[in-house]
């Protein structure tokens, strides 16, 4: 059955991953370690990502349109996803998509800014924290990049607008929640940490009063619909 669904074209860059090895269906969120559950769920395909250039990682299995992941024969199958603190993720693809310096050398980057990056015309390397949130604030989730997106744009919800999930874990409880996960799906597997930021402070020093206000006015759905505060 999965092997002829093919990678959703529908909402560009959005990945639903339904894996019948373990009856479960994973809603990644862009920021929110999804590299480290793409290598359980490849794991338990068999597939090995470390043969595959990075590019290719979330192509690398089969994947749904959101109305595909609806479907009757997934309703018994554990939908799952993990969610982070929308100041926290802010920081972390600030510190991940821009440079401090236009001449690094690093791939898909161009003049210091990650090309997905470089359409939108108003980031640049070196420019401040505070220039980038603001920046990320004037674009609207529709035009926006899937690393800033709000998260509850790539989850299920109802009508009435609450999440539709069997299992919500957070970022700030991970390995926990993912270990708890992991027994709920009978996986006997360890969790791995891919790109794990190094050498940043807490995402609070990052922060000034206003800007946290900003932040809370742009990803108000996320503060309501996923129960976070500053």
């Not at 969120?29 to 490849?42: E, F, Q, Y």
């Not at 992991?182 to 609070?204: C, F, I, M, N, W």
Request: overall charge neutral.
């Amino acid at each position: 059955m999965l092997s002829r669904i093919q990678r959703s074209s529908s909402r560009a860059s959005f990945y639903i991953y339904p894996v019948e090895e373990c009856s479960a269906v994973y809603y990644p969120v862009p920021k929110v370690g999804c590299t480290s559950w793409l290598r359980i769920l490849c794991s338990v395909q068999g597939i090995d990502l470390d043969t595959r250039s990075g590019d290719l990682w979330f192509e690398s299995i089969p994947s749904v349109t959101p109305r595909e992941a609806s479907r009757r024969c997934f309703r018994r199958w554990t939908h799952f996803s993990f969610v982070r603190n929308p100041w926290d993720r802010l920081v972390s693809c600030f510190l991940n998509k821009i440079q401090p310096d236009p001449d690094v050398e690093k791939p898909t980057f161009v003049d210091g800014v990650s090309s997905g990056f470089v359409r939108f015309g108003c980031f640049r390397a070196g420019m401040s924290f505070s220039d980038f949130v603001r920046e990320v604030a004037a674009i609207p989730d529709s035009e926006a990049d899937v690393h800033f997106r709000s998260q509850v744009d790539f989850l299920p919800r109802r009508r009435g607008g609450e999440i539709r999930l069997d299992f919500l874990g957070k970022f700030e409880s991970f390995g926990e929640d993912s270990a708890r996960l992991l027994d709920q799906l009978g996986l006997e597997l360890s969790v791995p940490h891919d790109k794990k930021t190094v050498g940043r402070g807490a995402y609070r020093s990052y922060y000034d009063g206003a800007l946290k206000d900003l932040v809370a006015t742009r990803y108000a759905a996320d503060v309501r619909l996923l129960d976070y505060a500053f």
